[in-house]
Structures are given as structure tokens and as C-alpha cells.
């Protein structure tokens, strides 16, 4: 984006009142949760869950849930913790407080298919990681949680052009960026830079949600970007995108972020991208069942 767009919309973004501010618990869940799993303190996990009556509730639901089939039901959210693992935990954490984010009425796509897309993107991205050997799956899974937190500011800023965007995108099945583009003349990458750095997110992750639509030469982004980039094409093929048909054929044996990650993760080229693409339906019935806990409260 042209420095004097990106400008005039962080002046039009700074002047806006409603602004989304940064969930309370957003910014000590990343502090806690940067840091190889291993030594992820447990307690503080439970303390954060604990501030949250409605998030603690779901643990406790989700634990209880046929999911996880136990004889016996969960009480108490340190077991629910345990019972359900660090990282559907995390899970709900993060899928809770964004959806906080803004208000209910405020939606301009639907609330549960945003998270759908943002946890599949998620699930897709860590999984990817893991398997070319990405050495911090977890910021992996965090750049796909949040690389489209622009559609949230766009939802706040501009509620009736988006409106006319997303049912141009709808109606033209065309990718959600593109009709940005033509209708607004910028996109929700451009404003999800500019929302991660006012929550002044780690510059890797704000350029992830930068350059998620167009990576232009990988090696600005690096591998992050283009674990984003692939991932969000994957899920938008695969019944994890915004709810509608894109008709679009991808060859990601040419794709520039494919060829790459090929180059700097070798082991990629091994991978049945077909099979692959098949696992994303497992992912697709976990991310149901987590976005269901959430809207039901
Ligand atoms: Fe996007
Ligand atoms: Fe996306």
C-alpha cells in the first residue's frame, strides 16, 4: 500500500472513537504463551482463565462436553484446564477475548464464520509449520489466528462500505481483499497493520497480517508470511473461508510463497499436498466444535 494511503487511513483510523482497543487479557495470554510449551506456567493459564467468568464457564462446559466423554463431570476450572490441554485452552482464550474485540451489533460478517476462518487458519499454519520443520510453530499458529484482524477494524471504521464490500465479494465471488480493494481502496491487511501495531503486536506478526494477501517478494516477509499466505488459500479452499465459493484454481507447486518455503524447508516437496488438504476436514468438525463453545455462551 502507497505510503500517503496507509497515512491518510491511520489518520482516519486515530480519529475514530471506536477504535477497538486491545482485549485485557490479549496481551499477558501472548507474554505467557511466548515461550516453548514446555515452560508455560500452568497457573498463570488458570489465573487468566479465572478473570473471565464466561470463559471459565466454557472450559467447564468444554470439558464436560461428550468431546471429552468423562464419567465423572469437571467442577473446577483448574481441572477443566487440565482436562481439556494448554492448547484448546488457548484456544478459547484467544477466540474470546477478540471476540470481545467489538460489540455484537457491530458484526458486519458473521461473527462465528470469522472464527471459524481464523481458527482453521490457525490450526492449518501450525500444522504446516510443523511439518517443514518451521522451528516456532507457535507463532505460526498465532500469525494464523490473527491475520485478518483488519475485518474487525473494518467492521468498526467503515460499518456501511464494508457491508456493500462483503456482499460484493458475496454476490461476485471474488476474494474478500479484492472487493476491499475496488470499493474501499484498501484492504483489511492495511488495516490490520495498523490496529496490530497500535496493540503493538511483535513486528513479525504485523507484518504476517500485512502481507498475508500479497506476500510480493518472500523474502521481505520470510517464512512466516508465507505460512500464513498458504494457509489462508488452503482453508479458503477447504471449507474454512468467509462462508462462500471462491472459483479459483491454485497452483501451489507455482505459487510464489510455495516455491520459497520449498527453497529455504526442503522436506516440503515431500509433502502429499493432496492428503494434506484432506486433514483439513478434521480440522474443520475441532474448529466447529470450539466455535460452538464460544457462540453458545
Ligand atoms: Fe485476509
Ligand atoms: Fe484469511
Redesign the pocket.
Known sequence: MKTETLDRLRSRISGIDAMPAIPIILRPLLRCLDQPAEQIDVNRIVELVSYDKSIAAQCVRMANSALFGRSHPVESIRTAVLNLGMWRVRDLLFSNSLSQVIPANRWVVDPSVFWRHSLGCALVCRRFAEIIGYPDTEKAYLAGLL??I??LVNCMIVPNEFRATVEKAYREHIP??EAEQATLGF???DS?RILAEAWKITPDLVQAIEL??EIGDPERGGPLVALVHLS?LLCRLRDLGYGYYEPRQIDFANEPGWLYLVMQFPNLAELDLARFTFTLDEYAKEVGELVSTVFAA
Open positions: 491475520h485478518d483488519g475485518v474478500m481483499d484492504t483489511h491487511s490490520g498475508h494477501h489462508d
